[in-house]
């Protein structure tokens, strides 16, 4: 399912109901930090974090937005990027939708 149809999808199953949207915000924080590639993040996870991630997975934390992030793998994206998790994710106040 491509990031648009999850959106969708998101989306139908909240309709109606008002809560606050969550944005994953990885690549931004990456920007900041002039790290442009996976690869380069998989390398600073190695050395910063001693954490090991396979690229496939590195993948889909960079293009989808992730429904769930075990703390592991947060803690040492936290480590590598010399971040704080609030910088990994953008919250929006709640907004009504229409039923």
Aim: charged share 20%; proline share 4%; glycine share 6%.
């Amino acid at each position: 399912m491509n990031t648009t149809a999850l959106t969708r999808a998101r989306t139908a199953r909240n309709e109606g109901r008002e809560g606050v949207q969550i944005r994953w915000q990885l690549r931004q924080v990456m920007a900041t930090r002039e790290i442009w590639k996976g690869a380069d993040l998989i390398r600073l996870l190695q050395e910063r974090a001693g954490f090991e991630i396979s690229s496939a997975s590195m993948s889909a934390l960079l293009n989808h937005q992730p429904s769930q992030v075990k703390w592991e793998t947060l803690q040492a994206l936290c480590t590598a990027l010399r971040c704080t998790p609030n910088e990994l994710f953008g919250v929006d106040a709640p907004v009504p939708t229409s039923k």
